[in-house]
């Protein structure tokens, strides 16, 4: 089949776009390589086999609506692309806004005019529920728990945009929720909780789990904002893309739909947590200090994944201690490129 990844060269864009070369289907990516780390994802992808790359920012809807129209008979879309980061939308409400809430209008409106029939996959987050506020949490000892919530947080809970990225995310989940029902596009939101894996060059403030990794290779201090107790279900990428194809494969059931993904209660895990596991990997432990909580923060999170688990038939593979381990091989064999992503990255902030 013929797939279209926005926001392919990106860390899920390009482990996604690696396994539809491997099945022998046609890949067209766009991104606008604005992220460091990008262009060696994008690099590394070329290798594995011929792809299709428009360098297109998703704000620009002509160019957008162009790409789509040269796709009609594009079976796939994942729309991956936008702004990722709480602590940036925070900094520029405007471009969060444009990247992710326009960015998706645009998609959509170019699917709805070229009347494209495929599937769209959304790539929504877990920050449409806001922080929570309202669900009672016990304090454990390394962790937050909920009180009464023991399969996590499920589809029904009432939306709370919290944060302009919050915000932006939001609006572009019910833009896509709400395309199927008036446009009868073949529409899907994954609500997605903390991903990680392979390609993913992380930073302080967004891909936190190889953050940790390549700061352990690189000997770079660590800071943890809040106690350290917060709680996320973290899902490998590799799982993720099963839902992908489960959600594409069955999408009579799933058009129009919103499913909450991520690793669930049995891959739920603390920053402290993680960083005793990433010490007791690489045999010495990983120095950090405390800053204050970030605005928006969760103090746990866990997604009740049984929706997709039958509607689907989907649910994780990979244990998270697993996971962390194979993205701690791939740091220690990529280590030259996850250093040049980072300091491209600081000078990015930098600017």
Not at 74 to 94: E, I, K, N
Not at 251 to 270: E, K, L, M, Q, W
């Amino acid at each position: 089949m013929k797939v279209l990844i926005t926001g392919g060269a990106g860390f899920i864009g390009i482990n996604a776009a690696s396994r539809y070369l491997a099945r022998g289907d046609q890949v067209v990516i766009l991104d606008n390589l604005s992220r460091p780390g990008t262009q060696a994802n994008l690099n590394w992808l070329q290798h594995k086999g011929a792809v299709k790359f428009l360098q297109i920012d998703l704000r620009d809807s002509k160019a957008v609506e162009a790409a789509l129209r040269d796709c009609r008979d594009v079976s796939l879309v994942l729309h991956l692309a936008g702004q990722v980061a709480v602590t940036t939308s925070v900094a520029d409400p405007r471009s969060d806004f444009e990247m992710n809430a326009l960015g998706t209008l645009n998609v959509l409106e170019a699917m709805r005019r070229n009347k494209i029939a495929s599937t769209l996959i959304y790539s929504s987050t877990n920050k449409v529920y806001g922080d929570l506020a309202q669900i009672q949490i016990a304090q454990r000892p390394g962790r937050y728990e909920y009180a009464h919530l023991p399969n996590g947080v499920n589809e029904e809970i009432g939306l709370d945009f919290h944060s302009p990225y919050g915000c932006s995310k939001g609006s572009a989940d019910q833009y896509v929720r709400d395309y199927h029902r008036i446009f009868g596009l073949n529409t899907v939101v994954f609500r997605q909780s903390c991903i990680y894996g392979t390609r993913q060059f992380g930073i302080e403030d967004q891909g936190w789990i190889a953050w940790f990794l390549i700061a352990a290779e690189l000997g770079l201090p660590l800071t943890i904002y809040g106690d350290g107790k917060q709680v996320r279900d973290v899902l490998f990428v590799d799982d993720l893309l099963d839902a992908y194809d489960a959600a594409a494969n069955k999408i009579d059931v799933a058009r129009g739909r919103v499913y909450n993904i991520g690793g669930g209660p049995a891959n739920a895990v603390s920053i402290l947590e993680l960083i005793d596991h990433v010490s007791a990997l690489s045999g010495k432990s990983l120095p950090y200090r405390h800053g204050a909580w970030r605005l928006g923060d969760q103090r746990i999170y866990v997604s009740d994944i049984r929706r997709a688990k039958s509607e689907l038939g989907w649910e994780p593979l990979v244990p998270w201690r697993r996971g962390v381990e194979a993205v701690r091989n791939w740091v220690l064999a990529n280590r030259i490129e996850c250093e040049a992503a980072r300091e491209a990255m600081m000078r990015k902030m930098a600017s």
